[in-house]
């Protein structure tokens, strides 16, 4: 804005100067014009009264002629207080010094020597002076307004000037200053984004005004902050995963003692409640197994083992696993195989595999249906999940893979979980270069999982 003020500013002065001058030419030029034309009217009251006072010689006609006298010498005295020209001033000096000769000659009643004719006659000399004055101050008035045309054009002419100038100055400072306001805001929006993804690794730098730096400066100790507290998670997640499992074990090799009778046979009523054991023992396991693969793949890029696996096996494999929960609630399961084989990590395609599945059993209700897939799509593998649960509410989709998360609609549930099995499968299938989605559907969940198929080389 201090260019475009400075121009107003200096328009404003160039405009106010205009004005004044304009004001003070025209004043002097209505006084100029009255007083010459005064001028005029009191010599042609001063010759009358004269040419009147010789004829008659009456003393009341000489008073009219020293009245007209002195209103001729006091515009005399205005005009010469008025700023002119140097021939103008010569003129004034000369009506002057001819108007108080003639003067003197009429109060003196010179005209014995000089005929008053000739007296007379002079007045028509001086009334020639006082014209030849009242032309020159108008060639004057013309002069000036010419000047102050020709400074009105010079002052529109610097404000254009100015205008052309300082508004694209103004735009370039302006640009200048946005450019320097906008880049911090750009850092600091991305800053903020690498904090909501959760990366604290980098420091937050914010060059700026002052304002924006002590921003940045406050933004970089809640990183700090941040990643201090994802230390602690992380640990704490460690440590507990580690401490659970030793107690864990116990249960599960002593849940398996009891399954398979060691101590002795058991009642219908005692195998099911070791069943019920052994079930959540397995599930428990899986859960802090999860643990364990997400502290990992949260400190460093999961890496892998790839070997030649076959989809359709280790989906079997795993079917396997839970067929005991399969049968307790009588899921009918729908496989379309076909038979497909890529490079991948087997224990963490396994993985994938046992998180979709395990999701689909524990949601799909009684008696209900799961469909699996697996088919080949242009060099790639694609394995699909659906099951016939309540399905995913529209406002848990985009946070579906975030870790921990386990949707709104699962609170009131009795089916709990860790919120970490999806987040994990997403975790392992973008190491592979792969994709998994959540697809449309009218019920259940409906999960695909596409894997790139390498060349295999014999």
């Known amino acids: 804005m201090l260019p475009l003020l400075f121009a107003f500013g200096n328009a404003s002065l160039y405009v106010d100067r205009l004005a004044e001058q304009s004001q003070s030419t025209l004043a002097q030029a209505v006084q100029a014009t009255r007083t010459s034309r005064v001028l005029i009217e009191q010599l042609n009251v001063m010759e009358r009264s004269a040419r009147q006072y010789f004829v008659l010689e009456d003393k009341l006609l000489l008073d009219n002629y020293q009245l007209a006298h002195d209103k001729f010498i006091g515009a005399i005295r205005e005009l010469s207080a008025i700023p002119l020209g140097k021939d103008q001033r010569q003129a004034l000096r000369q009506l002057t010094d001819d108007e108080s000769r003639l003067y003197n000659d009429i109060l003196i009643q010179t005209h014995a020597l000089t005929p008053p004719e000739t007296i007379v006659a002079e007045f028509y000399d001086l009334s020639g002076q006082a014209q030849e004055i009242l032309e020159e101050n108008n060639r004057l008035i013309d002069r000036e307004s010419q000047a102050l045309s020709d400074a009105a054009q010079k002052t529109q002419q610097m404000m254009l000037q100015q205008t052309v100038t300082l508004v694209p100055v103004a735009l370039i400072v302006a640009l200048i200053i946005t450019f320097l306001v906008a880049q911090p805001i750009r850092r600091m929006d991305?800053?903020?984004?690498?904090?909501?993804?959760?990366?604290?690794s980098e420091p937050i730098s914010i060059d700026g005004p002052g304002d924006l730096h002590s921003l940045g400066e406050r933004l970089n100790w809640l990183r700090g902050q941040l990643e201090e507290l994802e230390q602690q998670k992380q640990r704490f997640l460690r440590h507990i995963s580690h401490e659970l499992k030793t107690p864990l074990t116990a249960i599960r090799e002593g849940s398996e003692l009891l399954h398979d009778e060691v101590g002795g046979t058991l009642t219908p009523q005692q195998?099911?409640?070791?069943?019920?054991?052994?079930?959540?023992?397995?599930?428990?396991?899986?859960?802090?197994?999860?643990?364990?693969?997400f502290t990992a793949v949260q400190f460093q890029k999961p890496t892998l083992r790839?070997?030649?696996?076959?989809?359709?096996?280790?989906?079997?494999?795993?079917?396997?696993?839970?067929?005991?929960?399969?049968?307790?609630?009588?899921?009918?399961?729908?496989?379309?195989?076909?038979p497909q084989r890529l490079r991948a990590d087997k224990e963490k395609l396994q993985t994938i595999l046992d998180n979709l599945i395990s999701n689909a059993i524990k949601y799909t209700p009684q008696s209900g249906t799961i469909h699996l897939s697996i088919k080949d799509s242009e060099h790639a593998v694609v394995i699909e999940v659906h099951d016939g649960g309540p399905g995913v509410m529209a406002a848990d989709r985009a946070r579906l893979f975030d870790p921990f998360y386990r949707g709104s609609g699962v609170q009131d549930s009795l089916i709990k979980g860790s919120g970490l099995g999806l987040s994990i499968a997403k975790e392992y299938v973008d190491a592979h270069g792969g994709e998994i989605t959540l697809l449309p559907s009218t019920q259940g969940a409906h999960f695909r999982v596409y894997l790139p198929v390498e060349p295999i080389t014999l």
């Open 271 to 293: 195998r099911e409640i070791a069943e019920i054991i052994r079930e959540s023992s397995v599930r428990l396991q899986k859960m802090i197994e999860n643990l364990l693969s």
């Open 190 to 200: 991305a800053a903020i984004r690498r904090l909501g993804e959760g990366k604290y």
């Open 306 to 338: 790839k070997e030649l696996v076959s989809v359709n096996k280790l989906m079997e494999k795993v079917l396997e696993s839970y067929a005991l929960s399969i049968s307790s609630k009588e899921i009918n399961i729908i496989k379309d195989f076909i």
